[in-house]
């Protein structure tokens, strides 16, 4: 008999100091995803696809820059509510949230709470996709 075990959800999280229009279209339009769509500057993601519609589908090609090793972030929305949060699955079946909330000191707190996958540690995993969010708001804010 197979047993099913409990997913672990990893949050990362980042204020982004520019209107949420801004915001919202860094974060959904291809033209910037593949400017700040990065872990570290090893890599990078030469083509973004975003077809973005409840039901719709994107797919992210990260690569190493050297070209040696790469793949394909896909998945497809559930939730899309605009400038306020997103919800998709990831092809693996894992789950994501992202919410885009205004705060006090006229910043974006955008917040990624995603399901851990069982290749890599955990603290990898956040540390990757804090590093990707970080690079999210720095290209964000130097769009201003």
């Known amino acids: 008999m ?4 409990e ?7 980042t ?3 520019a209107p949420i229009e801004l915001v919202w279209s860094v974060y959904t339009d ?12 090893e890599w990078h993601t030469p083509k973004a696809v975003n077809n973005l519609v409840e039901g719709g589908s994107f797919c992210y090609r990260m690569e190493s820059k050297d070209g040696k090793i790469g793949f394909d ?8 509510e605009k400038a306020e949060e997103l919800q998709y699955t990831l092809s693996d079946g894992r789950q994501v ?4 909330s205004p705060t006090t000191e006229s910043r ?10 069982n290749e890599n540690p955990m603290e990898l995993q956040a540390q990757g996709w ?11 804010e130097g769009q201003l």
């Open 2 to 5: 197979e047993t099913l075990k």
């Open 7 to 13: 997913s672990i959800v990893i949050t990362v999280k």
């Open 15 to 17: 204020k982004v100091s």
């Open 30 to 41: 291809p033209k910037h995803i593949v400017k700040w769509n990065t872990a570290s500057t």
């Open 73 to 80: 972030l896909e998945g497809k929305y559930s939730t899309i």
């Open 97 to 100: 949230k992202v919410t885009f």
């Open 108 to 117: 974006i707190l955008v917040v990624q709470t995603f399901e851990a996958e």
């Open 130 to 140: 804090q590093a990707i969010l970080d690079n999210f708001k720095t290209y964000c």
